[in-house]
Each structure stands twice: as C-alpha cells, then as structure tokens.
Antibody
C-alpha cells in the first residue's frame, strides 16, 4: 500500500524558514517523480514544485529562489525547504506521487501539512 | 492564477448526470494527458481519471472522461450524495514556465 506522510508544518513568521518532509512507502521511491502541491484556505490546488526520478527540479514562478525541493532515495524521503516565507505561502502542503514517467497525473497524495505564515 | 478554466459549480438531483468542463490551450490540454481529481470536504484530493479517459481501480464507471482539442470533460452519471465534492482537472503545461497545472475547481452539489 502506497503511503505518503508529510511533517514539518507549523506557524512561522514572515521572512522565516520551514522544512517540510514526506516519508514515502509502498512503492519503489527512486523510480518515480514527486511533487509538492499546496492549497490555500478556501482556495484551489496549486502546483509548487516537482522533482524527477533523476533529480531534475521545477518550481512555480512564485517560489523560485525561495523554495528548494530535494529527495533522499536511501531514506525514501521527499523534502521542501521553504525560505523567506510570505503570508501568501499559507496553505496546506501535499506531497504527491506522479503516476508514471509517461503520464503526468498524480496517483497518490499525502494527508497534507498546514503551513501558516503570520506575525 | 490557474490556466485551466472550470465552471465554479454544477448541481443536479440524485440519479441525474452532471458534466464538468475544463478549458485550456495548446500548451497544456492540447498536447498532454488530462487527469481529474475529487476532493471530498476536509480530505486530500484523490485521482479520479487519468490519461483523459482511464479510471484507476476502484473508481466506478459512473465517472467518465474525454478530451477534444484544448478542452476536457468529466461526466458523472447516477449522481449520489457521496459525490458532493470539489473536482479539479490537471495536466502538464509546456509553456515558458513549465509545470503541472490545475483547473480552477468545480463544486458539485447534489440537490
């Protein structure tokens, strides 16, 4: 059974940093691309960042230069280092597994971790 | 700001049918597979449809998907109260800032 378990969310002041973690299990982690998707309170889904099985990364424009996605295949872990946080980064952050190399859909989601940026 | 447009809401009585549209462009829907996600209140999204019209195991055939040109649709027949949720389309966007994009979301209400 595929499981994705996020951790690391919480309350942080504007300008602060936070590191999200996602523990993956139930599949061959090294073979799949992974993503972070967020959802602001009462809003829709927003792609944040993705990392391929080989380590290539992509970021949405609003987080470029501030967020860094990474993975540790030896530990089956996905990370999102978030720096210079802004109020508009407040959201539930989901860890997500990409369906396959040839299909961009997301077949599994974590339960989400809430990040609140506020003074 | 999402590049995929969906109607904010659709509604129908139990047993009826609803169709949700997702409009994009050649940089996204026009040249990539579309997926659909169901998000029940207070829960994480769930994959409902992938590669335009394929259902993951466990998804009933009351749900169907299609794609034509730069638009996609999700159909739900035999509507049930348990189908009340937010529905999002998603696909890859190959524009100058590539990445995965989601639709604006549609709230399905069972009257």
């Amino acid at each position: 059974e595929v499981q994705l378990l996020e951790s690391g969310g919480g309350l942080v002041q504007p300008g602060g940093s936070l590191r999200l973690s996602c523990a993956a299990s139930g599949f061959r982690f090294s073979d799949y691309a992974m993503r972070w998707v967020r959802q602001a309170p009462g809003k829709g889904l927003e792609y944040v960042s993705g990392i391929s099985s080989s380590g290539d990364t992509i970021y949405t424009d609003s987080v470029k230069g501030r967020f860094t996605i990474s993975r540790d295949t030896s530990k089956n872990m996905l990370y999102l280092q978030m720096n210079t946080l802004r109020a508009e980064d407040t959201a539930v952050y989901y860890c997500a597994k990409v369906l396959s190399p040839s299909s961009s859909g997301i077949d599994y989601w974590g339960q989400g971790t809430l990040v609140t940026v506020s003074s | 700001q999402s590049v995929l447009t969906q109607p904010p809401s659709v509604s129908a009585a139990p047993g009826q049918k609803v169709i949700i549209s997702c409009s994009g462009s050649s940089s996204n829907i026009g040249n990539n597979y579309v997926s659909w996600y169901q998000q029940l209140p207070g829960t994480a999204p769930k994959l409902l449809m992938y590669e335009n019209d394929k259902r993951p195991s466990g998804i009933p055939d009351r749900f169907s998907g299609s794609k034509s040109g730069t638009s996609a649709t999700l159909g739900i027949t035999g509507l049930q109260t348990g189908d009340e949720a937010d529905y999002y389309c998603g696909t890859w966007d190959s524009s100058l800032s590539p990445g995965y994009v989601f639709g604006t979301g549609t709230k399905v209400t069972v009257l």
